[in-house]
């Protein structure tokens, strides 16, 4: 595709209930990250996948989040137990590579809701 | 800690100048981007800055002074359409981007 794209847009979900996020980065590129942006806020880093591998983790907020990557392409974020402060939008973005220079392309996001 | 601080909301008005400001404290500096974000879309890349100086395109304008831990994004000629949000982020020691809050810039005509 020409670029990141995201499924699903939006996301209602019960408290206590588990949620996939799904994410297709764009073809080549080796780098991909997930942020999460609140109400008003800047973007918050979770975790960054190099190939099918995560080096950095530090950002995802409890043990409830965790993220895979396969075939160094799509990538799923599994919230799990929802709580309603996981609400938010999910964004993810993809790079060519991992050089400072290198254009983190952003995704539309998925919007998270946790009634 | 990482901070990034740039003002919250700007306004001006159509065909005006603006300049959005961005101090920045982080362990590492390996540059600072800008990115444009409508309500309910996709952060959209505009300009990276690693070294000191000016970067020109087209409408808008970047600079970075590494001495000072400054930059500022410059738009001209302002059009209706780039009422947005505006993010600087820095690429500190990690590989993901730490960005900030986000300055709300409305063009009125």
């Known amino acids: 595709g020409a670029g990141v794209s995201q499924s699903p847009s939006n996301k209602v979900t019960e408290k206590g209930k588990d949620v996939e996020l799904r994410c297709d980065p764009i073809s080549g590129h080796t780098a991909l990250y997930w942020y999460r942006q609140s109400l008003g806020q800047g973007l918050e880093f979770l975790i960054y996948f190099q190939g099918n591998s995560a080096p950095d983790k530090s950002g995802l907020p409890s043990d409830r989040f965790s993220a895979e990557r396969t075939g160094g392409s799509v990538s799923t974020l599994t919230i799990q137990r929802t709580q309603q402060e996981d609400s938010a939008v999910y964004l993810c973005a993809s790079s060519l590579g991992v050089l400072a220079s290198d254009t983190q392309y952003f995704g539309p996001g998925t919007r998270l809701t946790v009634l | 800690g990482q901070s990034l601080e740039q003002p919250s909301e700007v306004t001006a008005v159509e065909g005006a100048i603006v300049q959005i400001n961005c101090t920045y404290q982080?362990?590492?500096?390996?540059?600072l981007s800008w990115y444009q974000q409508h309500d309910g879309g996709a952060p959209t890349f505009l300009s990276y800055n690693a070294l000191d100086g000016l970067e020109e395109t087209g409408r808008f304008s970047s600079f970075l002074s590494r001495s000072d831990s400054y930059g500022y994004l410059l738009l001209q000629e302002l059009q209706m359409k780039d009422s947005a949000s505006y993010f600087c982020?820095?690429?500190?020691?990690?590989?993901?981007?730490?960005f900030g809050k986000g300055t709300s810039l409305l063009v009125t005509p």
């Open positions: 982080t362990s590492g500096f390996y540059g």
């Open positions: 982020a820095v690429r500190d020691s990690g590989y993901a981007l730490n």
